[in-house]
């Protein structure tokens, strides 16, 4: 089905360990968003990508990587998790001004 | 201060009413400006969206923007309770992809 999709939906990890999120559109957008959204703060942007092998960091990258190989994937790669980043994570995708939105990551990092 | 200010609620309202939803924000560049609506454990789903002032309608909701305010308002009519959810406000300058998101009003409608 055409769309954006998000896996996996739910995750526990511990501290210390490597998480990589998956994102994936159909659509061929040109520019794909990572977010974290947490009581209190809304969406904040993560890293962005203009476009395969573009990406720039957001507000809060601390601690996160990502890559663009292709247009349609887009990894979130947390290289050692903290139990400040347990989260739900949304990935976005556009071709213009607005974003179309994933279903989301329940992260916790215990 | 943050460039964009969003009421969080929640509000309550009866259904049948007319829902008001607003956002201020602090950026003159702000040309395109986008409503979200995210129901409990779901993404974000876009709504409607304005480039600069003026009204835009879709059936029962409207988005209105004030330049010269720096006010930008989401009105729903003839509210459901399928219409409770959170109203995130978003804006962008003209030629600039990275969006600005309020922090979203959270609506409850009463049947």
């Known amino acids: 089905d055409a769309g954006i999709t998000q896996s996996p939906r739910y995750k526990i990890t511990e501290t210390g360990r490597q998480v990589t999120l998956m994102c994936h559109q159909t659509w061929s957008h040109s520019y794909m968003f990572w977010y974290r959204q947490d009581l209190g703060h809304g969406l904040r942007l993560i890293y962005y990508?203009?476009?395969?092998?573009?990406?720039d960091k957001g507000e809060v990258s601390d601690g996160y990587v990502v890559s663009r190989s292709k247009t349609e994937n887009f990894p979130l790669t947390l290289e050692s998790a903290t139990r400040s980043q347990t989260s739900v994570y949304f990935c976005a995708s556009s071709f213009s001004y607005e974003q179309y939105f994933g279903p989301g990551t329940r992260l916790t990092v215990t | 201060q943050k460039e964009v200010e969003q009421d969080p609620g929640p509000l309550s309202v009866p259904e049948g009413a007319i829902v008001s939803l607003n956002c201020t924000y602090s950026n003159s560049a702000f040309q395109y400006f986008m409503w979200y609506r995210q129901y409990s454990r779901k993404g974000p789903e876009l709504l409607m969206y304005?480039?600069?002032?003026g009204n835009k309608e879709d059936g029962r909701f409207t988005a209105q923007v004030d330049k010269s305010s720096k006010y930008i308002s989401l009105f729903i009519r003839d509210s459901q309770p399928s219409d409770s959810a959170t109203y995130l406000c978003?804006?962008?300058?003209?030629?600039?992809?990275?969006?600005?998101f309020g922090t979203g009003t959270k609506l409850q409608v009463i049947p």
């Open positions: 990508s203009a476009a395969a092998d573009i990406t």
């Open positions: 978003a804006m962008t300058p003209r030629g600039y992809q990275k969006v600005t």
């Open positions: 304005t480039y600069s002032s």
